[in-house]
């Protein structure tokens, strides 16, 4: 039998002992793992970032094709004629918001968008999503933000609606057309009462979403004639700050011209699509105009000239 010799085993407390210095850690060893740990969530949170940022553009996207939709359908059990802007405050309006007006019969004024306009026909509910934006937040838009504010991220273009047919028709004119000439007959010609009336129905804006500095209502006016107005309703920067030159242009946008052009935005057609598209494309007059209702010394006098 072989000897064991005294002292050639640790006692059973030293064993314990070795066996806990082996399993710690030191405070550097801590320190590098920590280290290491924020390297990761540092080079992880741009991505993770990044990819909220592209669900939240896929879902504002998704959102405006919806309500694009929603108009072609409704025009189509409108005998082709177009709802009005949303800032009437009547139900005729494709989306009937107006606090002031809804809530009359006691209900807020989430209660009644699924009944006009174009609710019945996007199945809405009471305060639906598809109306908002993921990157919005209705209750700090800078226009009406203390009392009866839009309550939603997407507006309709005012040169798709029979609004304007109908205020002439009873002898009335004015309104949300500023950005127009303020000739009556030239704009009988240019603001468009039924979709059957619009050629190239792929290449016109019919909803936006709307720059929270701009929007407080459910009309935009996209399109200015030189000499007329501004563009009082941008397309918004939102999904795409980056492209963004001068701050200063979104807050008060210039007569004439389209600030940060390249900024792009969400918008729906009238063929019911949608594209991210660069401003300069949504508030051409190409989107936006005819170009057989006016004469060529007009359209040519239009800007931005080749758009």
Not at 27 to 34: D, G, K, M, P, T
Not at 52 to 65: F, M, Y
Request: hydrophobic share 35%; charged share 15%.
């Amino acid at each position: 039998m072989r000897e064991i010799t005294p002292g050639s085993h640790p006692s059973p407390s030293q064993s314990g002992r070795v066996a806990r210095a082996r399993c710690g850690f030191t405070l550097v060893e801590l320190l590098v793992v920590i280290g290491i740990i924020a390297v990761l969530i540092g080079i992880l949170l741009p991505s993770l970032s990044k990819a909220r940022q592209a669900a939240a553009r896929t879902k504002c996207l998704s959102n405006v094709r919806q309500l694009a939709m929603g108009i072609v359908m409704y025009t189509q059990e409108n005998n082709g004629f177009f709802p009005w802007v949303g800032n009437s405050g009547s139900t005729n309006d494709w989306i009937w918001w107006d606090k002031n007006r809804v809530e009359a019969d006691g209900l807020t004024q989430f209660d009644h968008v699924a009944d006009h306009g174009i609710g019945p026909f996007l199945s809405l509910t009471s305060n639906p999503k598809v109306l908002v934006c993921p990157s919005d937040t209705p209750a700090d838009h800078t226009r009406r933000r203390t009392s009866n504010y839009y309550p939603y991220s997407y507006a309709m273009n005012n040169l798709f609606t029979s609004q304007w047919a109908y205020l002439r028709s009873q002898g009335q004119t004015g309104g949300s057309w500023e950005n127009l000439p303020h000739s009556n007959n030239l704009r009988d010609t240019i603001i468009k009462a039924k979709i059957t009336q619009v050629p190239q129905t792929a290449q016109k804006v019919i909803f936006i979403e709307e720059q929270e500095t701009t929007i407080d209502d459910g009309n935009c006016s996209l399109f200015c004639f030189p000499g007329t107005g501004e563009y009082f309703n941008l397309a918004a920067s939102r999904h795409d700050f980056g492209s963004v030159t001068n701050q200063q242009l979104d807050l008060t946008p210039p007569a004439n011209d389209v600030p940060n052009a390249n900024v792009k935005s969400s918008a729906g057609y009238l063929d019911g699509h949608a594209e991210f598209a660069p401003r300069s494309s949504i508030h051409s007059k190409y989107a936006n105009v005819d170009p057989d209702t006016v004469d060529q010394i007009t359209w040519q006098q239009m800007y931005p000239p080749n758009q």
